[in-house]
């Protein structure tokens, strides 16, 4: 394992930028997930730290060693592919072997890599196949073990999983959240799904148009996007983002006013020179409850029973709410309801995106 630093890393292709200058520093052990939407530079990040692309500037240090001028083999770090890039006239013995082989590693040596990796990634009862006859989930798993095989201090993966049903994602999503515990590598994963996201993390890095937005703990996150592309990133269902104006301002807190003129409290810092000014208010769905007095209200234009709980959303002026019921909650299609929040609960954008800061009880 090692430390991971990235320093205004910054990649051109001709006069688009991919990646905006990036910063970036990762521990030693940590599992960090990249997401954000397609586009938006995530493998492009990936590949410079693996040395694939040189960057257009900026620096890379893995394990406090100043790694930009060398190629890939060189770094120590290994990197699995969405493709599996699997060499198809090979076995998976071949396969995983194949880093060791170019290494010049000696055979018994080998013999046993390729036995506990194999073990490991319960690959044992196939080691002879070829890729094509493997299923996707073993595909993938191969190509995690050829990642390893040369036990590197960093492992990159960029949507390893995005090929497969979603059953099979599900469970390979578990078993490299059990392989990152045993081994501790530094893992860096790249993904456009929030769930792998949060559920894999132990820090999560959200990216838009080649710039980061937030890196924080996956549940800060979710409590407290600091820009409005994150609230758009995490969280299923989304975040609900209402265009508001800022109505009052003060060292208590603020309000502002909904398209239909009803008003709703915010706990947050809103400097005076904004009131008037156009916002966005975010509220989670499970932090709406139903209140006949609330702000918020719409006509029922879908409800969702899930088991253990519902999801109603509501046509409101024009836009959407989703609120979070409980499962035994009863609505008729067209029928109205109206909602309440803690004023404590909401997170408000100013009109650059830019989340102000709360006010915390
Ligand atoms: N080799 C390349 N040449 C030109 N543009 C590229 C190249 N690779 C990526 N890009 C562009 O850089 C941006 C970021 O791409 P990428 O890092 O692959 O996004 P992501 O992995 O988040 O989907 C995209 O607009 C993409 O079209
Ligand atoms: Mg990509």
Known sequence: MSTVVVQALTKRFGTMAALEPTDLSIES??????????????????????????PSDGRVLIGGRDVTA??????????????????????????????????????????????????????????????RALSGGQRQRVSIGRAMARDPAVLLLDEPLSNLDTSLRVRMRHELARLHQRLGTTMIYVTHDQIEAMTLANRIVVMA???????????????????????????????????????????????????????????????????????????RPEHLRPDPQGPFGGEVELFERLGPLSFVHLGAGGGRIVA??????????????????????????????????????
């Open 209 to 283: 148009q080649g710039r980061v937005e937030q890196v924080g703990a996956p549940l800060d996150l979710y409590r407290a996007p600091a820009t409005v592309r994150v609230a758009e990133t995490i969280g299923s269902p989304a975040m609900n983002l209402l265009p508001v104006r800022i109505a009052r301002a003060g060292a208590a807190g603020a309000a502002v006013m909904l398209p239909d003129g009803a008003t709703c409290g915010v706990a947050a810092h809103v400097p005076a020179e904004a009131v008037g000014g156009a916002a966005t208010l975010g509220l």
């Open 29 to 54: 052990g940590e599992f960090v997930v990249i997401v954000g939407p397609s586009g938006c530079g995530k493998s492009t990040l990936l590949r410079a730290i693996a040395g694939l692309d040189a």
């Open 70 to 131: 060398l190629a890939p083999a060189e770094r120590d770090v290994a990197m699995v592919f969405q493709s599996y890039a699997l060499y198809p006239h090979l076995t998976v013995a071949e396969n995983i072997a194949f880093p060791l082989r170019m290494a010049k590693r000696d055979r018994r040596d080998i013999a046993a890599k390729v036995a506990e990796i194999a073990a490991l990634l319960e690959l044992d009862t196939v080691l002879d196949r070829r890729p």
């Open 324 to 361: 979070q019921l409980p499962a035994d909650w009863h609505v008729a299609l067209g029928e109205t309801i109206r909602f309440a929040i803690d004023a404590t609960k909401a997170q408000l954008f100013a009109a650059d995106g830019a989340a102000y800061p709360r006010i915390t009880p």
